[in-house]
């Protein structure tokens, strides 16, 4: 037996939903409650007046016409004052000085009416009375209204005191187990909706399906709703994508619950609702690849990972360690970063060997010590400058020492110590790359190129794809901040368009290029259609609940060095598929690897201002075609806020 308790709470809570379910049809509904009201004063004026003795027997006979006249008049008061339009439960002074007013002006125009018909059997004293207890009448009947409102809505609240009504979107396994963890944490559930037709109608742990996923365009569907939560974990990408459109036309916040990668791994449970997220937005399947021959590839081995607190990194660092590798050695300069993926990897392996080293991939005697003590048979580079903006007003030369020669010091410290395999994470910007980030990346993969040409017992190869959702910065999280704090959100282009790729997904791919990929490779992932910056900054906007009046895109001007679009593939770039699907290899040109030391060498010396580093660039990087106009945009856009949509 449930404790009484739960009972009362879930008569509270029918009682909510009942109410809700009324709102949309507040204005007729105030109407007959008011006559309602209006005629049983009618009444009782006459019991105050004659007595219980006299109170009917004394009455004319046409009382009945005059009774429906004073109602009519009331009514037609009420209208002209846009009484039925108010909500009771926010009943207020103002909402009794328009009654007041009603009153009044029925009363008056009533008395009036009787009098002027010589109607002389209507007691002059229920006309005078009548506007008063109607008054009384129709305040009490509010403020009894109001106070059950708020005491349904204290029984019900959640932990935050906020009343939470839903509409969820799917019916199927994983609507049944939220239903429970909704209830236990004060929300009220509306109904469900749901595309299969044999569902309409039925019930689920008391809530019914009130039909497909096209009515939450109907009002009456969302009128009482504060969210709408979106519970189709096991759909498609295509199919979720849809129902965050049909969402966020609602104008209502939308959350959704985890999606089927992340109840796999363990990381969450159905019930637990969260914000949508970018990567829900990309209505594409996610890439699988080959979890078995990641694994082969990493068990019982020591893995070495620069940058290993990153965005990137640190994924890279969950994945590895779910391959049960030997040993761990991270490698990291910030040490917040480090410290965090330490702990976290600590609490969620305990058995797994970490080393933590606060290193810099631009010293190369450190590099080559790392090596040296620990021998990695697997390096992940991820260590890198990567903000173009950033990389490109004044910071050309930390790029090329952190971004080429880092890279360079990494791979000669691994091959030296004979590691199995070298993985550079590079970019969709250092091809064809109109700034020094994307240039000081091409250098990078050259880099490799050579060094896999020199150094046959190790492994070279490179892994490219395009802007990661939600890593540090990148537009996302910058455009989740923008509309917390109530816009404007800031656009560089209207035009602007990038491929997009989950966290997990590229360190799926990394691991992936260290599994199949032969020295001296670059993997490049299929990513499906790019995607316009604007129209994932308006998505973000409406599935937060906002408007594009509330929340405005400015577009500010492309930023230095920045393009319209990203490729993943040069022109000369010959590509084969790969026993993965959606994963292709080309080969990187490059030179000798005593050409590259004469590079090196000058590098060490130039790369000590952003003249002599972009020069360097531009000689080595034959595509390397600084974007003057690029540039001149930028430089016009910055501070620019009045093109807005």
């Known amino acids: 037996m449930k404790p009484q308790g739960d009972a009362a709470t879930i008569f509270w809570r029918r009682l909510d939903i009942w109410l809700a379910r009324l709102r949309p049809h507040r204005e007729p509904l105030t109407l007959l409650v008011d006559a309602a009201v ?12 004659l007595g219980f003795d006299r109170w009917i027997s004394a009455r004319p006979s046409y009382d009945g016409w005059v009774l429906l006249g004073v109602v009519l008049a009331y009514a037609a008061a009420s209208r002209l004052l846009k009484v039925p339009q108010s909500m009771w439960r926010f009943s207020g002074f103002g909402e009794i000085q328009r009654l007041l007013l009603a009153c009044l002006l029925a009363g008056l125009a009533s008395a009036a009416v009787v009098m002027g018909l010589g109607l002389s059997k209507v007691p002059r004293a229920v006309l005078a009375l009548h506007p008063v207890v109607s008054l009384m009448g129709l305040a009490v009947v509010r403020i009894v209204y109001r106070m059950t409102y708020e005491h349904a809505r204290s029984r019900i609240a959640g932990q935050d005191g906020q009343v939470r009504r839903a509409v969820v979107l799917g019916a199927g396994e994983a609507a049944r187990l939220l239903l429970a963890g909704l209830v236990q944490q004060g929300w009220t559930v509306l109904g469900l909706l749901d595309d299969d037709p044999a569902k309409k109608g039925a019930r689920i742990n008391g809530v019914a399906v009130l039909g497909p996923l096209a009515a939450l365009a109907d009002k009456a569907t969302t009128a009482t709703a504060t969210h709408v939560v979106v519970a189709m974990p096991a759909a498609t990408p295509a199919q979720r994508r849809r129902a965050f459109d049909l969402a966020a036309a609602t104008g209502l916040p939308v959350l959704t619950v985890p999606s089927a990668d992340e109840l796999r791994t363990g990381q969450t449970r159905v019930e637990r609702l969260r914000d949508i997220e970018p990567e829900d937005l990309l209505g594409r399947e996610p890439v699988v690849l080959d979890e078995a021959g990641i694994a082969h590839t990493l068990q019982g081995k020591t893995v070495l990972i620069t940058g290993a607190g990153g965005s990137i990194g640190s994924e890279l660092c969950r994945q590895v360690a779910r391959s049960a590798p030997a040993r761990l050695v991270l490698y990291e300069l910030s040490e917040f970063n480090l410290y965090t993926i330490e702990q976290e990897l600590s609490e969620s392996h305990p058995n797994l060997e970490l080393v933590r080293l606060i290193g810099d991939v631009k010293d ?35 790029a090329l020492r952190n971004n080429t020669l880092g890279t360079y010091h990494a791979a000669l410290a691994a091959a030296e110590v004979k590691a199995e395999r070298f993985v550079l994470i590079s970019t969709d910007k250092a091809v064809n790359p109109t700034n020094v980030m994307g240039a000081t990346k091409r250098a990078a993969e050259m880099v490799v190129s050579a060094m896999a040409a020199e150094h046959a017992a190790t492994r070279f190869m490179a892994v490219r794809f395009g802007n990661v959702l939600g890593s540090s910065g990148s537009v996302i999280p910058k455009f989740k901040e923008q509309i917390a704090k109530g816009g404007p959100v800031t656009v560089t282009h209207p035009d602007i368009i990038r491929y997009f790729m989950t966290i997990p997904e590229a360190a799926r791919l990394v691991l992936q290029a260290a599994a199949i990929g032969e020295s001296g490779q670059v993997l490049v992932l299929d990513m499906g259609e790019p995607v316009r910056i604007v129209e994932l900054a308006r998505d973000l906007i409406r599935l937060a609940g906002h408007t594009l009046e509330e929340i405005p895109i400015v577009f ?48 060490q010396t130039l790369a000590r201002h952003d003249d002599g580093a972009r020069a360097l660039l531009r000689e080595w990087v034959s595509e390397y075609q600084p974007s003057d106009k690029a540039l001149d945009e930028g430089q016009k856009g910055t501070g620019r806020r009045h093109h807005r949509i």
């Open 556 to 603: 500010s001007g492309l930023r230095p060095g920045e393009k319209l679009f990203e490729e993943l593939l040069a022109g000369a770039e010959a590509t084969v598929s790969t026993p993965v699907d959606r994963l292709c290899v080309a080969r990187i040109a490059a030179g000798s690897e005593a050409e590259l030391r004469v590079w090196i060498e000058r590098a």
């Open 364 to 398: 190369l005697a450190h590099m080559r010590h790392t090596c040296a003590r620990w021998r990695p048979q697997v390096v992940f580079h991820a260590a890198a400058y990567k903000h173009v903006p950033l990389m490109e007003e004044h910071n050309a030369a930390a």
């Open 38 to 49: 209006v005629a049983a004063c009618w009444n009782i004026t006459y019991l105050f007046r």
